[in-house]
Every structure is written in C-alpha cells, then in structure tokens.
C-alpha cells in the first residue's frame, strides 16, 4: 500500500503562499493523491485530488511532479483560518479506502 | 441538516460499560464510514458500509466493537465492555458513491473511559 510523507510541521506568513510537500514514492500508476484538512476540533475537510495532471480549485492548487513520486498543496494567499493539520493520503485502488499518515501541523501567522 | 450529524459529542463512560455512538449521513449518500482518531494521529480506519451491508470490516479492533445501518441511512457504531484504550474521537463520514476518496465528515463523537 502508499504510504506518505510529510513534515509535521509548517510555518507561513498570512498572505503569502504556503506550500505543503508530500512525498508517495512508492504509489501506483492507478492512485490518486487526496489532500484533507483538520481545524482544531472538526473533522476533516476535502480539499483536493488528482492523478498525474495539476489540478486547481476555488481552495487549493495540487502540483504533482512527473514521475508522481511526490506532490504539492499549494495555498495562494493563507490566511489565518487556515491554521490546520494537512493530510496527504493516497486512495488505494483495490478498496477505494484513505489511508491517513499524522498530517503536517501548519501555523499561518499573521 | 445539510452535513453528516454525530451524536452525541461527547460521551464519558466507565471501563466496562457499554457505548452507542450514532451517525447520520448526508441524504442520498450510500457510502458510510466510521473512524477513529486518537491524539496526533491521523484517523484509522474501522468500518464501510455501500447501502445497508458492511463492505469491509477490516478496521474493527475486536469483537467488542460492532456497527450497523439496518435501513442504509442512519448507522450505530456500539462498543461493548469499554476499555480505557478505547477513549478516542470517532468519525463518521459519507460519500455518494463508495468509489470514492470525497468523504463529507461529522464532527465527531469524543468518547472518554475512565
């Protein structure tokens, strides 16, 4: 199964951009990658996904590198709501089940 | 509601007891998931239901843990003869399709054993 890795923790200043890199080195050419995020004491929130092309939503945008070995969320202009933990987790194939890592902590700070 | 519904927030129960935690998904949505989180980890996956079966129960810790969703909408996750370890927050999500990674999340249910 993929697994990922992601730093625990991030700092970034509001309004600027912050980018979330996760590296699935080890991720098949059928799985997608899922970003998720935790605000202190909610449950999580969809935020994005995608297989091999760049993808970009009203929330985020999601650059995956060529040979999909790593990806990154990027948060054009961070704010301080958006203080959470970020989940990178690929979607397995063969059940269509998330597996969740610890998730990288960022602070945006104003 | 619009969201997937969690009750109760919050539950203190005694070691030994026996727990009920209930889920309602978002309407039309077939795929119901149940997970647990500890602190600082990730949420851990017990539970899936497509409709009124359980899909993969791969994630239950034991027998004391068990789930249903007899009519394919609401879904109980009960825990029997609770023990300490078992204090965590549980989550339940929705999709609508079990084909999926887009899960809609509850708030939660925060369950303490003492």
């Known amino acids: 199964d993929a697994k990922t890795t992601q730093p625990p923790s991030m700092d970034c200043a509001e309004g600027r951009a912050a980018n979330l890199p996760c590296n699935h080195s080890t991720i098949s050419g059928n799985e997608y990658v899922y970003w998720y995020r935790q605000i202190h004491s909610q449950g999580p929130q969809y935020i994005i996904h995608g297989l091999k092309n760049n993808e970009t939503n009203e929330m985020a945008s999601l650059i995956i590198t060529e040979d999909r070995k790593s990806s990154t969320l990027i948060l054009p202009h961070a704010t301080l709501r958006d203080t959470a933990v970020y989940y990178c987790?690929?979607?397995?194939?063969?059940?269509?089940?998330?597996?969740w890592g610890a998730g990288t902590k960022l602070i945006i700070k104003p | 509601g619009a969201g997937v519904s969690q009750t109760p927030s919050n539950k203190v129960t005694e070691k030994g007891k026996y727990v009920e935690l209930r889920c309602d998904p978002i309407s039309g949505h077939t795929a119901l998931y149940w997970y647990r989180q500890s602190l600082g980890q990730g949420p851990e996956f017990l539970i899936y239901f497509q409709g009124t079966g359980a899909a993969d129960d791969s994630g239950l810790p034991n027998d004391r843990f068990f789930a249903v969703r007899p009519e394919g909408s609401v879904s109980t996750l009960k825990i029997q003869r609770t023990e300490r370890g078992d204090s965590a927050v549980y989550l339940c999500a929705s999709s609508l399709t079990g084909d999926t990674g887009e899960l809609f999340f509850g708030e939660g249910s925060r369950l303490t054993v003492l």
């Open positions: 987790i690929i979607l397995q194939h063969s059940n269509y089940q998330l597996i």
